[in-house]
């Protein structure tokens, strides 16, 4: 029996209170359903880290085994080179890049101590499949100590446009070393195709066929497979949070007003601050809506170390008290913003609640967020979901009203829409989103990746 093995930046460790984030969440029912070993940083930082062990804990099926890392590789690695300047790269956000040589010399040692710490516990029959940005060279590592077991790689950012790449330090090695992986897999075909772009014209890979590549003499299988959420529970939870009382004091607080609602983690890419022009815009180019509406938007912190994801905080708390003084009255605040994240559950609620679900992102590579709002409406009277046209998610959800994230103008005459729209057009657009997410689940998406990475390397 093959065992998978999962290796990611952040372990989601099993411990009371923790709330899993997008990956976790994805990959929690296929481990829970295929058993196996989670390898990663146990999100600890201690000085000593570089000369510990793997911590190994088991639970449900599954074995957790995790590093810590030291205060000068959170601050270089993970703060650095992988969120200062992998994370907006990939984002195509070249105004948020910073780069410095010693956060690059960072980033390659933690992989080979991801790469030391992984070895040892690796058997004959694994199949491992690594995740995201951070770990752009393991595959290559484990390929030079002599790893021959099948090895799957999936990136959860867009992958960028050939330009865009051009400002990747030393880019060229990091796609010779995706390209000893047997699978890549993206988020879209638009992404597929930057990748495979990239990879003939930088790293000298032979394209075979629209899926094949050959590279020093291996061949590469590269896929799309779209990040997908479990629709039906996710449903299921919104109609019950109806009954929560967190739900019932946000409705009572609404007054008979329409609820705008947003959630993202705070950071760059998710274009919190046009968003929050857009909405102004919609308050002065249609007054008739001011009273009418309240915008919730929950923007839990993230990176906080990283210091464009401060510069971000600031502007917006600039922005918020601006909107809020400008915009309100005495008895009407337009906007309530939230830095503190709330259980998926009253998320889910909340989403169902909304009239218009907006969601903005300046570049995402998939954006979950929309496809849960869609899942969390009650069909017979479903909200609008308002949608960047540069999420991933925006490829699968046509029929939501998609915008472009940087033009006020144009978000606000996209919510006043929403709000006008007729209930016999809101069910058609709704129902569409829902046929595009409702037989797919995140199990589904994991297992088909594993499904082709075996018939790749059984080949
Ligand atoms: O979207 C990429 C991702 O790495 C998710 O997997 C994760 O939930 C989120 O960003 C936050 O990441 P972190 O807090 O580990 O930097």
Redesign the pocket.
């Known amino acids: 029996m093959k065992r998978l093995v999962i290796v990611s930046?952040?372990v989601p460790v099993p411990r009371e209170g923790l709330r899993p984030?997008?990956?976790?969440v994805v990959l929690k029912d296929l481990l829970a359903r295929k058993g196996g070993l989670w390898f990663g940083w146990n999100g600890a930082c201690h000085p000593d880290a570089a000369h510990l062990p793997p911590e190994i804990q088991k639970a449900e099926g599954v074995e957790y085994a995790t590093i810590g890392l030291t205060p000068a590789e959170y601050r270089n690695y993970y703060t650095g080179f992988s969120?200062s300047t992998l994370w907006p790269l990939m984002h195509s956000l070249p105004e948020c890049i910073h780069f410095e040589r010693r956060e690059l010399a960072s980033y390659r040692s933690v992989n080979e101590r991801f790469c030391e710490n992984l070895l040892p516990l690796l058997r004959a029959e694994d199949v491992i499949w690594i995740h995201?940005y951070h770990l752009l060279p393991l595959a290559a590592l484990l390929r030079r100590h002599g790893v021959r077991q099948p090895i799957g790689f999936f990136l959860?950012?867009p992958f960028p446009a050939p330009d865009m790449l051009a400002t990747a330090p030393d880019g060229g090695t990091f796609l010779r070393d995706l390209l000893k992986a047997d699978l890549l897999g993206f988020q879209t075909a638009d992404d597929t195709a930057n990748f495979i772009f990239a990879a003939s014209r930088t790293a000298g890979a032979v394209t075979v066929d629209d899926t094949t590549l050959l590279f020093e003499g291996h061949k590469v299988r590269v896929g799309t497979f779209p990040v997908e959420i479990d629709p039906q529970t996710f449903a299921a939870t919104a109609a019950a949070a109806m009954e929560h009382e967190d739900l019932r004091r946000l409705a009572g607080s609404l007054a008979g007003r329409r609820l705008v609602f947003g959630v993202d983690?705070m950071d760059p890419t998710k274009g919190l601050d046009h968003r929050l022009a857009g909405y102004e815009r919609l308050l002065h180019t249609y007054p008739a809506r001011q009273r009418q509406v309240t915008f919730l938007q929950i923007a839990a912190e993230?990176?906080t170390d990283v210091p464009s994801y401060q510069a971000l905080r600031n502007r917006l708390e600039h922005q918020i008290g601006q909107l809020n003084a400008h915009c309100g009255q005495a008895d009407w605040t337009p906007l309530r913003f939230l830095t503190r994240g709330s259980p998926r559950s009253t998320v889910a609620g909340y989403m169902r609640l909304a009239d218009i679900g907006y969601i903005t992102p300046l570049r995402d590579?998939m954006n979950l967020v929309a496809k849960e709002f869609i899942a969390a409406q009650d069909p017979e009277n479903p909200g609008v979901l308002v949608l960047s046209r540069l999420a991933g998610a925006a490829k699968q959800l046509e029929a939501a009203l998609l915008v472009n994230p940087l033009d006020h103008d144009g978000m606000a005459d996209a919510l006043e829409r929403a709000l006008a729209m007729s209930l016999a057009e809101r069910r058609e657009r709704w129902q569409a989103c829902w046929d595009s997410i409702a037989s797919h689940t995140a199990l589904g998406w994991g297992l088909s990746f594993l499904d082709l990475l075996h018939k790749t390397t059984e080949a």
């Open positions: 930046n952040r984030g997008g990956l976790a969120n995201d959860h950012t983690r993230s990176r590579g």
